[in-house]
């Protein structure tokens, strides 16, 4: 596993403010109630917050 690929920074944490790649906020948990067995949500990996959104909504992204 490497670290070199840069990864897309796309989405913001309402809560703490930080800025994360789509794959650091996605998670996938199970959910047997859906057609698809699963859902995702979107986390924020360092406060835990269910607020990331698209830097596109976040405002005073840069
Ligand atoms: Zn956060």
């Keep these: 596993m490497t670290f070199t690929e840069p990864h897309l920074i796309t989405h913001g944490c309402l809560n703490c ?3 994360f790649a789509l ?3 996605r998670q996938v948990h199970p959910a047997e109630h859906t057609p698809e067995g699963e859902a995702e949500v979107l986390v924020c990996p360092v406060c835990g917050s269910y607020d990331p959104v698209p830097l596109s909504e976040v405002p005073n992204a840069s």
């Design 23 to 25: 794959h650091q906020v």
């Design 17 to 19: 403010g930080r800025h």
